[in-house]
């Protein structure tokens, strides 16, 4: 059974920073591609970014590019999100996904992230 646990959100002021982690059981880590996925208030899921399985692929949205670095550690099961720059357009509730193929086959529970203005 997978589990994705997430951790790191919070409330931030606009211009700071916020670093999600996601720690992955239950499946083979180091070949599976995760990312992120977020949705804010009365919106739908949007898709955030995305690694490979060897880290060496990553894709964003256009809207956190050069904002927002998406990384790995094999070794524990990690997968991290970190945030700089960011705006009230980035409150939402962040999700880790565990990719199979072009879909999403699991999700984590969640973490809020709040900017203020």
């Known amino acids: 059974q997978v589990q994705l646990v997430e951790s790191g959100g919070g409330l931030v002021q606009a211009g700071g920073s916020l670093r999600l982690s996601c720690v992955a059981s239950?499946?083979?880590?180091?070949?599976?591609?995760l990312g992120w996925v977020r949705q804010a208030p009365g919106k739908d899921r949007e898709f955030v970014a995305a690694l490979s399985g060897s880290g060496l692929s990553t894709r964003y949205a256009d809207s956190v590019k050069g904002r927002f670095t998406i990384s790995r550690d094999n070794a524990k099961n990690t997968v991290y999100l970190q945030m700089n720059s960011l705006n009230p357009e980035d409150t939402a509730v962040y999700y880790c996904?565990?990719?199979?193929?072009?879909?999403?086959?699991?999700w984590g529970q969640g973490t809020q992230v709040t900017v203020s203005s």
């Open positions: 996904a565990a990719f199979r193929g072009l879909g999403i086959s699991d």
């Open positions: 239950g499946l083979t880590f180091s070949i599976r591609a």
